[in-house]
């Protein structure tokens, strides 16, 4: 009985020191409250609310397999995607030295953007700092942490190891550069018909229609099928087969052209139907050459009028202006003989 005592108490003795040993170890692997800059699950955030120092804020939600940008618009994907990678993979650098201290806090102070992560449905942050600008030799990010309402008595440098530049940039307020630019995301099995129109060339304009799975019909822009060629339907599949994935490269919804174009004859209309009855139309207007034009002069040396990869075009019934890259929409803008191929000879 007395050994059984004994060997009961070794036992306890034991196991409290491994339960001691383990509150140890978790204690020394406890981020200190002014590093803990990370979110290691970033699964658990369904808000993010940023605010820079002029106070415009971005409040970017999730709901419903997709994120919102101010309750508005839906925010582009990838964008998001950066964004959370970047909450998830910060990383601390190296301290702010005593020399720049001062100058760092006076930065983080006036112009660092505020960073408040929320978990899906609750009204509280549970993560709160501060993002200010970059290092000099651009390689770092300075960053400080709230604690209990207050900015803590430290800064330090931020990046993400083994990426090369800053991520500051990615903590950006301009709700316009948030929205998902996606114009056209149709399937062929999702479209009903397709119709592109020239104001100044109505000999190209045309209508396709889809009949069934693989039949077309393709009418010309006063609504005639008599062209004397034969139907290329592979071309025509391939066509309406572009409207997968098709996006503006940016909101410009400021600019002051905006205004003027609206009253002039545009370039072409794009007017895509689809199976439900919905009509999803871009009005196309040519871009007058620019400081951005990559192309000033012609092969003449002519200056052009015109730039030759951009255009400017209405989406969204005409609420949004956006500027469209002839790289993506030149290929939708066909013309009403490019579906036919010449009639053999008999």
């Known amino acids: 009985m007395k050994k059984t005592l004994t060997y009961l108490a070794v036992l306890l003795v034991m196991a409290a020191l491994v339960i001691f040993i383990n509150q140890n170890k978790k204690q020394h692997a406890q981020v200190p409250p002014d590093q803990d800059f990370a979110v290691k699950d ?107 309402g207050q900015k803590a008595n430290r800064p330090y440098v931020m990046y993400i190891p083994g990426m090369e530049g800053i991520v500051d940039v990615r903590y950006f307020t301009n709700e316009e550069e948030w929205r998902d630019t996606r114009i056209f995301s149709h399937t062929l099995d999702d479209i009903d018909a397709v119709a592109v129109t020239y104001p100044e060339q109505p000999e190209n304009s045309f209508r396709i229609q889809v009949m069934h799975e693989d039949s077309f019909q393709v009418f010309s822009g006063a609504g005639q099928t008599n062209h004397p060629g034969t139907l290329y339907k592979e071309g025509v599949k391939r066509y309406l087969s572009s409207f997968s994935f098709i996006h503006a490269e940016a909101f410009v919804n400021e600019r002051a052209i905006r205004d003027s174009l609206v009253h002039t004859r545009p370039f072409a209309i794009i007017s895509l139907t689809d199976k439900s009855g919905s009509t999803h139309e871009v009005t196309i207007y040519l871009m007058p050459l620019n400081k951005r034009s990559k192309l000033q002069y012609d092969q003449f040396g002519n200056k052009l009028p015109y730039d030759l990869d951009r255009y400017y075009a209405f989406i969204n019934q005409g609420k949004d202006f956006v500027i469209i890259q002839d ?8 013309k009403y003989p490019d579906f036919f191929t010449k009639r053999n000879p008999t």
């Open 327 to 334: 790289f993506v929409f030149g290929k939708l803008l066909r």
């Open 42 to 148: 970033v699964s658990i955030i369904g808000r993010i609310r940023l605010t820079d120092p002029q106070g415009t804020t971005a409040d970017l939600r999730r709901a419903n397999g997709y994120w919102t940008i101010n309750g508005k618009y839906r925010v582009m994907p990838s964008k998001i995607q950066l964004l959370l990678e970047t909450v998830q993979k910060i990383t601390i650098s190296k301290y702010v030295s005593n020399v720049q201290m001062p100058h760092v806090m006076k930065e983080l102070s006036e112009k660092a953007t505020r960073v408040e992560l929320f978990k899906e449905g609750e009204e509280k942050p549970f993560k709160v700092y501060y993002v200010g600008g970059h290092t000099a030799d651009s390689k770092g990010t300075y960053m400080i942490m709230e604690i209990k």
